[in-house]
C-alpha cells in the first residue's frame, strides 16, 4: 500500500475513534455460536438478533440440541430475529454438516487453518457467505480479518478506500488497505459511523469528521442542504 493511502485511512480511522469513542476489546469466543449468530443476524436489527440468540441458547443447553431439535423448536425460538424458517433451516443444515468428534458440533479445524484455507473451508457449508466466513474469523477466533456488510461496503467506497460495486470485491480490496493488526477496530468504526453519520441516505455530510478526507461526489451539496436546514 502506497505511504499516502496509510495515512489516509490511519487519520480517518483516528478520526472515527474520536467521534465513537474507544473500543471495547475484540474477546475471541466460541466459533459455532458465531456462526448461529451471524446467521439471526442476517436482514434484521442488533437487538433483535441478539433476542433470538438468547432465547435459542436459553432454550437449548448445547448446539447438539439445536441441530437435533424439532425445526418447529427452532423457529419458534428465533421468531424475534425474523426469516425464522429460513435462518433455522440454514443453522440446522449448517450444524448437521460440522464435524462432531464428542458429539458436538466443533469448529476446531479452523485452528489450523491459515485465513484462507479457513474463509474457504466455511463457504463450503450451504447457507455461509464470505460476510459469515469473516465475521467467525475476527469475533471468535481473532484474525486480522475485517468483514464487510452494507454499511463498510458504502462508507468504504464514498471515503474512496476503495472503488468496488460489490461487497465481495470491498472485502478482497480493503486486504490490501487496511494496516496489519487494525481490521477489527476499521470494521466495527465503519459500521457504527456508517449507522450514525454516513447513512445510506440523506448522510450527514455537514458534521463529518472526515469531510475532508472524502470522495463523496455530492458531499458539498448534502453538507450545503444540511446547513440552509439548520441542522445540528
Ligand atoms: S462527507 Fe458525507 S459521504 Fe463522506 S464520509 Fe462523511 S458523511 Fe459520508
New binding site residues.
Partial sequence: MATQDTAKIERILAALEGEIGPLEANVPGDPVGQIVGTILSQNTTDTNSHKAYEQLCGTFPTWSAVRDAPREDIVEAIRSAGLAETKASTMQNVLNALPAPDGEPSLDELNDMDDEAATAYLVAFNGVGVKTAACVLVFALGRDICPVDTHVHR?AN??GLVATKARDRTYSALKSVIPAGKAYVAHVLLVR?GRR???ARN???H?????D????D??HE??ARHAERGDA
Wanted: hydrophobic fraction near 50%.
Fill in positions: 462508507v464514498r471515503l459511523f453519520v454516513c447513512k448522510p450527514l455530510c458534521a463529518c469528521p472526515v469531510f478526507d472524502c470522495a463523496f455530492d458531499r448534502c453538507a
